[in-house]
């Protein structure tokens, strides 16, 4: 390919597309020629030998070779390279092609020359604008098998009887970009809700027709609209419209239909989203609502849960979820607007009731039911009543009074017990001093027994019915006068 390139460039017939062999254009005559030697390294190289002689070939006419060349082409003033006006490009310089017997076939040979697929449309009256320069091709006339449009039958370069208004061009599907589709809000959206479906084109030509397709499915909508995009509207959606979509795009051009490649598709997903619920708290005494998430309440009073939330879809019900209970109790939902709630009251509460509870919102929708996501948790404790506490208050207090009491004066007696003192007097009235070994473990808070003292403390002396003295202490305790006298008291 390498020499059949610098014989090309040599003839000014642009660029080698094939190098033959084995005489595919049919066998010559006179005498053969090397091609093994330099001659064919580049075009001065090639001149040289012209002039200078070449090295005979041995090789026989059997093996005569032969060059595919063609003039380079181009395709300008559009916004692709695979569209726009025929330029060739001849002796170094860039010319037209007159649209005279311009036909597809004519088209589709430029389009795989250029490697541009196959043709779409074959445009002609200049319709991407006039040209300047040379017009160097006229009534070219291609089979559409041709590997290059210089190989198509035509009058020579140069022979022309056009005005450059008759420029000729072509659209190739290589130049046709797929429309794109998008979906608003998104692919995701609310059953009942209103979705468009926006088709868009990236093109030169416009002025088409939009269609909008369903996969698996025959039924299609189509707009024709002068801009580059179209937007089709499905008001309220249901679970029908659930599926994949693609774009086409189809636009007509003197006569020709031209059809753009199909787009990717899109999926649309119908579902039900359903927000989460509120759950409050009503007191019948205070008319208070409230939000807590725990809340004591007193055995035998009465209160109202309620659970509420905003939705589009009505005739929903509520039901309040009991943990310790594992069941649940149902209230149709009373909607205004978009906000649907319900009351579930408890007129007595007893300790059966405690427990956490939340709110579930459902739906039934085309015969399939929809649930929302629980609500917080609201704990319930329920206490007992206050005169019943406070009794049980008073009733412990005094108990433990009772104990306190008891307990002082056991210790009592036994303090008095620890602190008792005997002293021994004979009938005379003297009193025995004890040894000093005999004191308390030897603690008597440095005090001598002694008898004046002793009996003094502890006695007065008074006399009986019968006129006899009896001796009685301070506190009221009584010493017997005995062989020997007991006294007891303090120390």
């Given at each position: 390919m390498k020499k059949a390139e610098v014989v090309c460039e040599l003839?000014?017939?642009?660029?080698?597309?094939?190098?033959?062999?084995?005489?595919?254009?049919?066998?010559?005559?006179?005498?053969?020629?090397?091609?093994?030697?330099s001659c064919f390294d580049n075009v001065t190289a090639l001149q040289q030998c012209s002039i200078k002689g070449f090295t005979a070939g041995t090789c026989g006419h059997e093996h005569d070779a032969g060059v595919l060349c063609a003039a380079q082409l181009r395709l300008v003033s559009s916004l692709s390279q695979c569209a726009g006006r025929v330029e060739i490009l001849h002796k170094g310089q860039w010319g037209t092609v007159c649209d005279d017997e311009w036909e597809m076939s004519n088209a589709d040979v430029v389009c795989k020359q250029l490697g541009c697929g196959i043709a779409v449309s074959a445009p002609t009256s200049a319709h991407f604008g006039k040209g300047t320069g040379p017009i160097w091709l006229d009534n070219v006339v291609c089979s559409g098998q041709e590997a290059a449009l210089t190989h198509c039958k035509h009058h020579g370069f140069g022979e022309h009887n056009c005005g450059h208004h008759e420029d000729a061009g072509v659209i190739c599907s290589g130049?046709?970009?797929?429309?794109r589709i998008s979906l608003s809000p998104g692919p995701e959206v609310n059953w009942g809700d209103n979705v468009?479906?926006?088709?868009?084109?990236?093109?030169?030509?416009?002025?088409?027709?939009?269609?909008?397709?369903?996969?698996?499915?025959?039924?299609?909508?189509?707009?024709?609209?002068?801009?580059e995009?179209?937007?089709?509207?499905?008001?309220?959606?249901?679970?029908?419209?659930?599926?994949?979509?693609?774009?086409?795009y189809h636009k007509k051009l003197q006569d020709q239909d031209i059809s753009y490649p199909q787009g990717n598709t899109v999926d649309l997903f119908v579902t039900v989203k359903l927000g989460k619920p509120s759950i409050s708290l009503t007191s019948p005494q205070a008319m208070v609502i409230y939000s807590p998430d725990k809340i004591s309440v007193t055995q035998g009073s009465s209160f109202s849960i309620t659970c509420s939330t905003y939705s589009t879809y009505a005739e929903g019900v509520f039901h309040l979820m009991w943990s310790d209970k594992r069941s649940s109790e149902t209230q149709p939902a009373f909607t205004y607007f978009i906000f649907s709630q319900a009351n579930f009251d408890f007129a007595t509460i007893g300790y059966e009731h405690q427990g956490e509870y939340t709110c579930v919102y459902s739906v039934n929708i085309s015969s399939l039911p929809f649930c929302s996501a629980p609500s917080k948790t609201l704990q319930v404790t329920v206490q007992a009543p206050l005169s019943l506490t406070v009794g049980g208050v008073v009733g412990g207090v005094v108990v433990l009074?009772?104990?306190?009491?008891?307990?002082?004066?056991?210790?009592?007696?036994?303090?008095?017990?620890?602190?008792?003192?005997?002293?021994?007097?004979?009938?005379?009235?003297?009193?025995?001093?004890?040894?000093?070994?005999?004191?308390s473990d030897?603690?008597?808070?440095?005090?001598?027994?002694?008898?004046?003292?002793n009996v003094n403390n502890c006695r007065t002396e008074a006399k009986n019915q019968d006129g006899k003295t009896i001796l009685e202490d301070m506190d009221g305790r009584v010493c017997y006068e005995l062989e020997p006298l007991v006294c007891i008291g303090p120390k």
């Open positions: 003839l000014e017939c642009g660029y080698a597309v094939n190098a033959t062999g084995a005489a595919a254009f049919g066998q010559g005559s006179g005498s053969e020629v090397d091609t093994k030697d130049s046709l970009e797929k429309p468009e479906i926006t088709c868009t084109i990236v093109t030169e030509h416009l002025g088409g027709t939009f269609v909008l397709r369903k996969t698996q499915e025959s039924t299609k909508l189509e707009m024709f609209f002068e801009h995009a179209a937007t089709f509207i499905f008001s309220k959606v249901d679970f029908n419209h659930t599926g994949s979509y693609f774009c086409e009074l009772v104990v306190l009491v008891i307990g002082y004066l056991v210790s009592r007696n036994r303090w008095r017990a620890a602190g008792t003192t005997v002293q021994f007097q004979n009938r005379f009235g003297a009193a025995m001093r004890p040894n000093v070994e005999d004191r030897g603690v008597l808070d440095g005090r001598e027994w002694n008898m004046h003292s």
